[in-house]
């Protein structure tokens, strides 16, 4: 079978969002070395055959949801309105959206990032924003406010990823007391702050 054509039958579709969703609901209800494949399958309401056509275990399927994750995220970026030459006050339609999408996902990400049961997609996650926040130190140029005060790039990027990851648990753990837009504004505030 054609692994584009897997991708679009919406049987193998629901198949697999009804694998994730009984994933995550155990792991709101246990640690993940308890998790099984025969209660993930019991849970999916499928047998446990069937998790065996889409997956070879737990941490390949875990692994192919971070990946689904990721091309959930960086498809989010790459429609957010701006340009690559954005400067800092125009960059928060992107965390806005990166944040809409979380918060419309919120049961996902609030088990999958904000505990600490499953560091793949936290990883994962922050390996993406570390990439978009290299992206942007690298527009900034020699003539930024980093080059400047003799910031050095990796130092600026380190605390910048890190401080993104970090809003977004919090923000998470706290039940999202915040809207996406104020969060994003907000951040971005604190990034411009010299």
């Known amino acids: 079978m054609d692994n584009r054509t897997s991708r679009t039958d919406p049987r193998i579709l629901r198949t697999r969002q009804l694998l994730k969703d009984a994933f995550v609901e155990l792991l709101q209800e246990m640690d993940i070395e308890k998790i099984s494949v025969n209660r993930i399958a019991e849970r999916a309401t499928i047998n446990r055959v ?10 390949d399927m875990m692994e192919k949801m971070a990946d689904d994750m990721i091309e959930d995220i960086n498809g989010i970026l790459k429609c957010a309105p701006g ?4 400067t800092e006050e125009e960059d ?7 944040l809409e999408h979380i918060a419309e996902h919120a049961k996902f990400y609030k088990i999958i990032l904000a505990s600490k049961r499953t560091p793949i997609f936290t990883d994962r996650l922050l390996n993406l924003l570390t990439e978009m926040i290299t992206a942007r130190v690298e527009r900034m140029g020699d003539e930024s406010f980093l080059s400047k ?8 990027i380190w605390y910048g990823s890190s401080a ?8 998470l753990r706290k039940d999202m007391p915040y809207t996406p837009l104020y969060l994003a504004k907000q951040f971005t505030l604190l990034r411009s702050y010299k």
């Open 92 to 98: 928060w339609p992107v965390l806005m959206n990166l």
């Open 164 to 171: 993104l990851i970090g809003t977004i648990v919090s923000w």
């Open 50 to 59: 069937t998790f065996y056509l889409h997956y070879r275990d737990i941490p």
């Open 83 to 86: 340009n690559q030459n954005s």
């Open 149 to 156: 005060e003799g910031i050095q790039k990796d130092i600026a």
